[in-house]
């Protein structure tokens, strides 16, 4: 049964910075790239940031410089370190992985930026 589970969420005003984990349980772990969605309010789910099995990433143009993601195949966990956040990055923000085909998605968990 496959499980990803983010926190780190909270409320920061604009500039300041929050760290997400999303811990997978139910692959091997080490295999599987995993990304960070976002959707804020009245808008589409869009991808933030994604890393590969052997640590490639990539980033949206929108958060190239200030989010960096990060994983530590030993705690089965992925990061997003997010700095220099600005009110437009509020929303739910969600990690996903694919094993065996399947996606998979965490509950999300909200990120509020005030100005």
């Known amino acids: 049964h496959v499980q990803l589970v983010e926190s780190g969420g909270g409320l920061v005003q604009a500039g300041g910075s929050l760290r997400l984990s999303c811990t997978c349980s139910?692959?091997?772990?080490?295999?599987?790239?995993v990304a960070w969605h976002r959707q804020a309010p009245g808008k589409q789910r869009e991808l933030v940031a994604a890393?590969?099995?052997?640590?490639?990433?990539n980033y949206a143009d929108s958060v190239k410089g200030r989010f960096t993601i990060s994983r530590d195949n030993a705690k089965n966990t992925v990061y997003l370190q997010m700095n220099s956040l600005k009110p437009e990055d509020t929303g739910v923000y969600y990690c996903?992985?694919?094993?065996?085909?399947?996606?998979?998605w965490g509950k999300g968990t909200l990120v509020t930026v005030s100005s």
């Open positions: 996903a992985t694919s094993y065996f085909a399947r996606d998979y």
């Open positions: 139910g692959t091997i772990f080490r295999l599987n790239a």
């Open positions: 890393i590969t099995s052997i640590g490639s990433t």
